[in-house]
């Protein structure tokens, strides 16, 4: 399994980016999309989760309200919206999946396949 995020650059505060989460070779239909970013040092951290059936959602605190997290009619295709973009969301932002149908406080776990990340550049 290949995973590629993308959809990253550089935007103003209060701009807005979707990011994209392509992933490529065999992928049951169990995974869950989960998103993660790290900002220039630090420790990365959760940003979003959807379950593998799309019902559910999880958003870290710091991008509650900002960010959609979506999966695409097109099996292997994943989004995160971003909108209210500020400073503090600098990072690079990286893709991965996890097995479950479940989108909950745990989704940063169990970390199944990671992806390439894409940078995100918010200046003030």
């Known amino acids: 399994v290949q995973l590629q995020a993308s959809g990253g650059g550089s935007v103003q505060a209060g701009g807005s980016l979707r990011l994209s989460c392509t992933a490529h070779?065999?992928?049951?239909?169990?995974?869950?999309v989960v998103w993660f970013r790290q900002a220039p040092g630090k420790e990365r951290e959760g940003v979003a989760c959807?379950?593998?059936?799309?019902?559910?959602?999880y958003y870290s605190d710091s991008v509650k309200g900002r960010f959609l997290v979506t999966k695409a009619n097109a099996k292997y295709t994943a989004y995160l919206d971003m909108e209210k973009l500020e400073p503090e969301d600098t990072a690079v932002y990286y893709c991965a999946l996890r097995l479950g149908d479940y989108a909950g406080s745990r989704c940063y776990t169990g970390i199944r396949h990671w992806g390439k990340g894409t940078l995100v550049t918010v200046s003030s």
């Open positions: 959807i379950s593998s059936s799309s019902l559910s959602t």
């Open positions: 070779g065999f992928i049951s239909d169990y995974f869950a």
